[in-house]
């Protein structure tokens, strides 16, 4: 493989060499011109760099830059027992913390799914990046116990950052590979969501115990956010939208009101996004507050004491961690092979798959509650089944959505998912589910029994919440083939277009127009 220099000539260029541009988008192959010059050593360390632009490079960065995106995000689920002594806040004001982040997540989401796609997706990437990680920094720094809003100031910054990540990063794995290519790669970037989630509790676990102090489990994530950002500018390439399964450029562009329209008249599409906010509903709340209540729990049988004074002795968010890097890596892998082998069988595999897998979720979410007053290792065994069920769809749905929508509004798509989904779920449920648990405590303050119950009966809401989304899927898979054919015949149109373009116009309406 050759790259396209600045008029240079690149040793072992052949006329029958495939060649990059600088932007990573394909092109001519390059011929011998009398014109080039030998490359200067700056030259030649630049074409080096840019030779290592392979798809599968720039999808291994990618879903490096998602664990670091998910593994800030819950860095303060698993210190959050420590910033309620040290700001002396209740549940429902510690749940407000990862209200706030998801709110202003959900918010930017739409502004930056526009922006992808229209203008250079990496460069947004990387300054999303490196936006959170200076956000997060800073927020280590905050000691006053007076300035709890300014904390939560800064977890609602670090969700915007986070939010051009996330909104954008899968266009571009969807722009580079199709088919089941695209699920493994897809597999293996929301395969970052537990592992990176699992991961962020961990961290936050041992960096506390080893400095002694929490402020210190926000001061990793940053500097390896950077490093992930630099990655992305220089080895991430800018495909054109579509060029995978059109093979070629496409220049034409409808309006933002347009796509609206049509993602909304995509059943699939918004059936799917249902689904996805009832699952990061269960997840937003289990994030949140499974570590507490499993802490509670000991304090009931009396194997742990009742935490008075920060740093709290608690090792449940490590464990729950290492729990959630594991069923992360299950359930996605078990995911993907369980819907390559059914869609062999049924083309409405991938959404069925998705509904099965969260019905089953939902019945060993119920036994956590069961357990857990009797036997911690139980509940822990419960987690274990429900989060690998649970987690078997993420990559599932993403798949989805790029079956059934056309690369042009792919990010809009992604951007919009994210909203309702984070809408609909996360947003509201870490600080609903602290709410109903503060409400039901009002009755017995002082008794820790009633304090571990009224968690765990504000946690129930959840798997009837999980059911509620195996219906949605369902109702996606009666939709789906329909979708799919909708999307590939809009494709097949792009591509007769572009070996014979009518005017932009036309084109535009044609799109709009079947939508």
Known sequence: ????????????????????????????????????????????????????????????????????????RYTVAGVLLDIQQHFKVSDSGAGLLQTVFICSFMIA????????????????????????????????FINNKEHFWLFVLSRGLVGIGESSYSSISPTIIGDLFTNNSRTMM?????????????????????????????????????????????????????????????????KTRTSWVCDM??????????????????VTFATGAFGTWIP???????????????????????????????????????????????????????????PLVCAVSMLGSAI???????????????AYVCIFIGETLLFLNWAITADILMFVVIPTRRATAVALQGFVSHLLGDAGSPSLIGLISDSLQQTYKSSVLWQFLSLGYALMLCPF????????????????????????????????QLTRPPSLVKVRTQLCMYA
């Open 186 to 250: 897809l597999s293996v970037f929301y395969l970052a969501i537990p592992l990176g989630s699992g991961l962020g509790y961990i961290l936050g676990s041992t960096a506390k115990e080893a400095a002694g102090d929490w402020h210190w489990a926000l001061r990793v994530s940053p500097f390896l956010g950077m490093t992930a950002g630099t990655l992305i500018l220089f080895f991430v390439p800018e495909p054109k939208r579509g060029s995978a399964e059109l093979g070629a450029r496409l």
């Open 292 to 350: 507490q209540y499993l802490f509670r729990a000991r304090v009931v049988q009396k194997s742990a004491e009742s935490c008075v004074v920060s740093p709290c002795n608690s090792h449940d968010s490590l464990i729950f961690g290492a729990i959630t890097c594991v069923t992360g890596l299950l359930g996605v892998v078990i995911g993907a092979v369980t819907t390559r082998m059914c869609r062999q069988r049924t083309e409405r595999a991938d």
């Open 465 to 496: 919440v999980i059911v509620l989304g195996g219906m949605f899927f369902l109702a996606t898979a009666l939709f789906f083939l329909d979708d799919r054919e909708k999307a590939e015949k809009q494709i097949s149109q792009l591509t007769s």
């Open 109 to 140: 989401a739409p502004v930056f799914g526009y922006l992808g796609d229209r203008f250079n997706r990496k460069v947004i990437l990387s300054c999303g990046i490196f936006f959170w990680s200076a956000v997060t920094l800073s927020s280590s």
């Open 1 to 72: 493989m050759c790259v396209e220099s600045d008029g240079c000539e690149i040793e072992g260029c052949g006329s029958s060499d495939e060649v990059h541009t600088l932007s990573g988008s394909m092109s001519p192959t390059l011929k011998t011109n009398p014109d080039l010059h030998p490359c200067k050593p700056g030259e030649k360390f630049r074409a080096a760099l840019l030779k290592c632009r392979s798809p599968t490079a720039a999808a291994g960065i990618l879903s490096f830059g998602n664990v670091l995106n998910y593994m800030d």
């Open 364 to 378: 060993f979410i119920c036994l956590i509650f069961v357990t857990a007053k009797k036997s911690i290792e139980g």
């Open 261 to 278: 329209r049509a993602l909304l008249k995509n059943r699939s599409f918004v059936f799917s996004s249902l689904a996805s906010a009832t």
